[in-house]
């Protein structure tokens, strides 16, 4: 059964920084690509970013570049979002995400709670 578990989420002050990780199980994590995705309240889900397989390739949405980053280890296989100087609109639901294919993502996680104040 495969299984990602987002944890590292919480309250954070505008500019600051959490670090966000996503634990798997259940599958061969080193041949998959993974990725962020956040969801507002009243609004749809957003692709936050991604890394391939090899951790050779990133990918951001415009309104994170240079603020966030993603990495994992696939020894662990686990994957990371760092992110830094923090907004109130990054106050979201953020999920990772694993697929074969770098645009197709076929496993989900919970999901864990990022509120930015002002």
């Known amino acids: 059964q495969v299984q990602l578990v987002e944890s590292g989420g919480g309250l954070a002050q505008a500019g600051g920084s959490l670090r966000l990780s996503c634990a798997t199980s259940g599958l061969t994590f080193s041949r998959y690509h993974m990725a962020w995705f956040r969801q507002a309240p009243g609004k749809e889900r957003e692709f936050v970013g991604n890394i391939n397989w090899s951790a050779g390739l990133t990918s951001y949405a415009e309104f994170v570049k240079g603020r966030f980053t993603i990495s994992r280890d696939n020894a662990e296989k686990t994957v990371y979002l760092q992110m830094n100087s923090l907004k109130p609109e990054d106050t979201a639901v953020y999920y990772c995400?694993?697929?074969?294919?770098?645009?197709?993502?076929?496993?989900w996680g919970q999901g864990t709670q990022v509120t930015v104040s002002s």
């Open positions: 995400a694993a697929g074969l294919d770098i645009y197709k993502y076929y496993y």
